[in-house]
């Protein structure tokens, strides 16, 4: 199982996650208590090893603007929070994840028509677009075909992560409240949250 360990605003928790295998680290540009800039996310990102996923995640900027900030903090995937028209996105030679939130069957039907590499199942926004620490229906994702391209998020935690991965079946797992303690990205949790999805059997339930 893949994970990524999203809202990420230091080099020592960035480090860290790297370390314990994640596959993806997020930084979030957007309205949100883990706002990051592109200098900053720069001096995190140039430490990172070469394979592992940077993730820039925005909400409704402009496709100008996320390449400003791309090139000055070497993301290598687009993360999309809002509105977006997903086709606009796609022409700057980087990989894009659409997120979308999930309350009822007609957003399942929805991901279909989506242009995106990668589809991020989240819980609808609260105080922020995400990041929210709510998890949705999961059972409503249960039959989805598309499955090698869903990052699945929203409440995700390291008690849970394992009974999502079985229930849902995703590429990728996301996380970011479900990792921290005070706000703070919290290092044993990284750990355990890593552990247990990495370990986890799809077909044991
Ligand atoms: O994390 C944020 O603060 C955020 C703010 C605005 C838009 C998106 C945001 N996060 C995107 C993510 O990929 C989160 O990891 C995802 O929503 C799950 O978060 P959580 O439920 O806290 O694990």
Redesign the pocket.
Known sequence: MKV????LKTVEAALHAAHEGADAL?F?F??????IYAEQAREIIQELPEGIWK?G???NETPEKIAEIAEIAGLTHI?L??EEETSLYRKQGKEV?K?VSIKTEEDIDRIRQIEADYI?L??P?GH????????FNWELAAGLEVRNRV?L?????PENVKTAIQTVHPFMV???????TEGEKDLAKISVFIREAKGTREDEK
């Open positions: 990524k360990i999203c809202g997020g979030v957007a309205r949100s208590k883990r706002q993730v995640v925005f909400v993360q929070h809002g994840i997120s991020l989240d819980s926004p922020y677009k995400g990041g929210n620490g709510t998890k990052i998020a929203g409440g995700l935690n996301d996380v970011s409240s479900g990792v921290e």
